[in-house]
């Protein structure tokens, strides 16, 4: 059964940094396509960033590019967002999310995704 860790989460003054991990509980997790969305209050959970096996890119939705930072650690299992520039809208709950497959075309979409964390909280005060 694959299962993701989520941790991480806080309050941090804008202009501030983050850094979300997320570890994933499953012995072929080199394998895996991994991204981050959130979800903020009254609003559709939305893709954040995300990275795929088949070609080690990095993707990003446009509210995060040049501020946040996807990496994976296959040796540990483990996601990471590092945020950094945060923004009070940037305050959601982020949601780790894994994909068993190399390579997933849709990879901004919700419904490409098989497994979910149970989402880290993240407040930026202005």
């Known amino acids: 059964q694959v299962q993701l860790i989520e941790s991480g989460g806080g309050l941090v003054q804008a202009g501030g940094s983050l850094r979300l991990s997320c570890k994933v509980t499953f012995r072929t997790f080199t394998s895996f396509t991994m991204a981050w969305f959130r979800q903020a209050p009254g609003r559709e959970r939305e893709f954040v960033a995300g990275?795929?096996?088949?070609?080690?890119?990095?993707y990003y939705s446009d509210a995060v590019k040049g501020r946040f930072t996807i990496s994976r650690d296959n040796t540990k299992s483990t996601v990471n967002l590092q945020m950094n520039s945060l923004k009070p809208e940037d305050t959601a709950v982020y949601f780790c999310?894994?994909?068993?497959?190399?390579?997933?075309?849709?990879?901004?979409?919700?419904?490409?995704?098989?497994?979910w964390g149970q989402g880290t909280q993240v407040t930026v005060a202005s």
């Open positions: 990275t795929r096996r088949s070609d080690s890119n990095q």
């Open positions: 999310a894994a994909k068993a497959a190399d390579h997933v075309n849709d990879y901004w979409a919700k419904r490409a995704y098989d497994y």
